[in-house]
């Protein structure tokens, strides 16, 4: 803009000049003098402009090849972690295939297992039942001996009072001979004896029930 001023006054003084012819050729290299002094600026300013153009475009150009490194370094970072990434998930995959296949032959040892155990569980509640019987059944038996011991005690009760009477054994005498010589059972006079056989020798004494 400031240029633009001396060009104009350049332009106006193209009127018709009042003044001398010498005093005119003066002026008018003074303005031309001045013309070229403006251009040598635009022309240093324009130079000053291209270099600091250049210098912009140097560092422009740096930057794009700062930013390249660096984006390339990043892209090769990123890559290297992606890569990692990858082994480690097909590392993961391997595994958890393996972890499958385990879990898979584990799952058909248990169910080998557990038919066995079933089968063995079927046994068991079989023999328990078979065991339940037999425990109802000697408790069927238990009953009645436990009745059969109270009848006996029972008995054996009467026979303590009733009222008994001695005899003495004599020669030819034996206890079916006695039993009837007093009207009892042979099995009665036994007992009331406790003997075990029918036995018995001259002298002895037997005891004989009423």
């Not at 400031?2 to 050729?25: E, N, V």
């Not at 370094?73 to 290297?80: A, L, N, S, V």
């Not at 039993?179 to 004494?205: F, P, T, W, Y």
């Amino acid at each position: 803009m400031r240029y633009l001023i001396p060009i104009l006054f350049l332009l106006s003084s193209c009127s018709p000049l009042k003044t001398s012819f010498h005093d005119g050729g003066h002026q008018w290299e003074l303005t031309i003098h001045e013309v070229q002094t403006n251009l040598d600026d635009l022309r240093h300013d324009l130079s000053c402009f291209r270099a600091e153009i250049q210098i912009l475009e140097g560092r422009i150009r740096s930057s794009e090849t700062t930013f390249s490194s660096l984006k390339q370094q990043d892209f090769e970072k990123h890559k290297i972690k992606i890569d990692q990434m990858a082994e480690l998930s097909q590392a993961l995959e391997k595994k958890w295939a393996l972890f499958e296949k385990k879990q898979k032959e584990e799952m058909e040892k248990w169910v080998g297992y557990t038919g066995k155990t079933s089968s063995v569980l079927t046994q068991f509640n079989e023999r328990i039942e078979e065991l339940e019987k037999e425990i109802i059944s000697q408790n069927r038996k238990l009953e009645a001996l436990v009745k059969l011991k109270g009848n006996i005690e029972v008995l054996a009760q009467s026979l303590q009072n009733q009222p008994m009477k001695s005899y003495k054994v004599r020669s030819g005498d034996s206890l079916e001979k006695i039993a009837k010589m007093h009207k009892i059972d042979v099995s009665r006079l036994k007992q009331a004896n406790h003997l075990n056989s029918d036995l018995i020798v001259v002298g002895q004494e037997l005891t004989i029930p009423e």
